[in-house]
């Protein structure tokens, strides 16, 4: 309770502060619009709908994507995991594509697939699925071997090792590599939306493009805010829960 | 010193390591690690292997639990041979080894839940049972992490006896742990063995500690690892570390030890 108030107050100063220098003209309305100008842009395109559905667009798109990129990266990561022979091979061929924002892949993208969602989750999976892979690779190369000399005497073979064993043990490492693979693929999504026009849907990144082209500040600071919050909310809904569990289950430093 | 032959008794063998040899290739070269091993345990016999460390001893229980295969010879566990690791020959490890992403009780489980024919409650009322046993029924829901060395390995003792092993197989368990924790375990560890008479192979370097908790102790030495000779230690239980007799017996038989070791290769603690 005390947290949300020091929150709330702390917030509220600082809106305070900026709404007035806007309105006393030392920061002109040009160049940053007050808080009220954004807040009503909030409004008024939440209330005709704009705002929502952009963000359900976008939201699919990251979703649908990262979904794929993480089917797709954790096979992988155990693929490259098991073989010596794609750990040399495919391993720096992630490496690399990990290296490269996977915005670099929109020109072949576009080529690709068209001005379509397509080129969209394309460039999502590219994002997210090296991290992932990477991670679930050296997760499951960091399992002490004795865990699975345990388990063996206990009975278990195969699959049950894997699964019961060998993916849990890498679990702290895969976790990590979801995260980072979730802020590669978000990143490269804005600038993706920013960057081409894609006929089949107007997310988050085109109402930002096009509040730039209007010179629409309020606008860009109020989807700015949305983006803000959508990356905030999955950080709080979806990794904190399982980072919690591991610090307190593996004890490690919170 | 016994022959290897006068070691089979009347009563069947529960373990029988028979002509067991194993050579390790490395960059370095080859070190044969045990030649022509030969050892019988009795049912609910306690044996240790005392020896100093790289004899070999390690590698002859991991031979025995299955997760290394002989060179040649073979092992046989109630008469069948050993061709892979299995829950009838349990093994505790130097290091607790126990699952981090599991709470005390979900590590219990593990293998028992690798049992068939058991169902959800008796398998949660065997697991109960052993931790009941070793002493930590209070702490069924915590995680290992929040455990000290010596209840980690305490966990790690119930994990290995609850799916009823034909023998336990232990590898220094309390090597890691200190001196006071370690005596406690002593007697533990002799209290469920009077309970269950569980079949023990005790691998150590620590004579004192092969002669406390031992019905007999067999000595080996490395460089190549062979087996160099058998006492039996003939004292009541309850054995005490700490008691005259059991001081009389450790020097005995590290006396024997070193006369087998060349010298600058001594690594045995009395």
């Known amino acids: 309770m005390k947290r949300w108030l020091a929150l709330l107050t702390f917030f509220a100063a600082l809106t305070a502060v900026w709404e007035l220098l806007v309105r006393e003209g030392v920061w002109p309305r040009v160049l940053v619009p007050a808080p009220s100008a954004v807040a009503s842009y909030l409004i008024s395109s939440t209330l005709d709908g704009t705002l929502p559905g952009a963000a359900a667009i976008t939201l699919r798109r990251l979703v649908l994507g990262y979904a794929a990129g993480f089917i797709l990266g954790l096979p992988l990561g155990l693929l490259v995991a098991r073989l010596k022979y794609f750990e040399s091979t495919l391993g720096l061929v992630a490496l690399g594509f990990q290296a490269l924002p996977s915005i670099c892949w929109a020109p072949l993208a576009l080529l690709w697939f068209g001005q379509t969602e397509a080129a969209m989750f394309f460039i999502v999976i590219m994002g997210s699925m090296w991290s992932i892979m990477l991670a679930t690779n050296s997760g499951i190369r960091n399992t002490p071997p004795i865990y699975v000399r345990a388990a063996r005497t206990m009975g278990s073979r195969g699959l049950h090792t894997w699964i019961q064993v060998i993916l849990p043990a890498a679990l702290p490492f895969i976790i990590s590599g979801m995260k980072q693979g979730w802020a590669f693929a978000w990143r490269s999504l804005m600038a993706a939306e920013i960057y081409i026009t894609i006929i089949t849907g107007l997310g988050l990144g085109h109402l930002l493009h096009y509040g730039r082209e209007l010179h629409a500040m309020d606008a860009v600071l109020g989807i700015m805010i949305v983006i803000i919050l959508i990356g905030l909310l999955t950080d709080k809904l979806l990794f904190s829960p399982v980072e919690r569990f591991i610090h307190r289950r593996w004890g490690t430093a919170e | ?270």
């Open chain 2, 1 to 270: 010193m016994k022959t290897p032959a006068s070691d089979r008794s009347s009563t069947p063998a529960k373990l029988a390591v028979e002509g067991v040899s194993k050579t390790f290739h490395t960059s370095q070269g080859s070190v044969q690690a045990l030649d022509n091993v030969n050892l019988h345990v009795r049912d609910g016999e306690f044996v240790c292997i005392l020896g100093p460390s790289g004899c070999g001893k390690t590698t002859l229980l991991n031979i025995i639990a299955g997760l290394e295969m002989p060179d040649s010879g073979r092992v046989l566990a109630d008469g069948t041979p050993v061709t892979d690791a299995g829950s009838d020959r349990m093994v505790m490890f130097q290091e607790p080894a126990l699952f981090p992403w599991l709470n005390v009780i979900g590590n219990i489980l593990f293998g028992l839940k690798l049992k068939p024919g058991l169902s959800e409650k008796e398998r949660l009322e065997t697991a109960e049972f052993y931790l009941h046993l070793v002493g930590l029924e209070k702490f069924m829901r915590v995680n290992i992490h929040e455990l000290s060395g010596g209840m980690k390995q305490r966990v790690a003792l119930a994990r290995a006896l609850a799916p009823n092993p034909v023998a336990l197989l232990m590898d220094e368990p309390f090597g890691s742990l200190d001196a006071l924790t370690r005596e406690q375990l002593y007697g533990d560890l002799q209290a469920i063995w009077e309970r269950r008479r569980q079949t023990i192979v005790f691998v150590t370097h620590n004579a004192r500690e092969a002669a406390c908790l031992g019905d007999r102790v067999v000595l080996f030495s490395p460089h190549p690892g062979r087996i160099r000779g058998r006492f039996e230690i003939d004292l009541p239980r309850p054995r005490d570390i700490n008691s005259v007799e059991l001081a009389g017996y450790s020097t005995t038989i590290t006396r024997a030890l070193k006369s087998h070791l060349k010298p600058g290769l001594v690594e045995v603690g009395e």
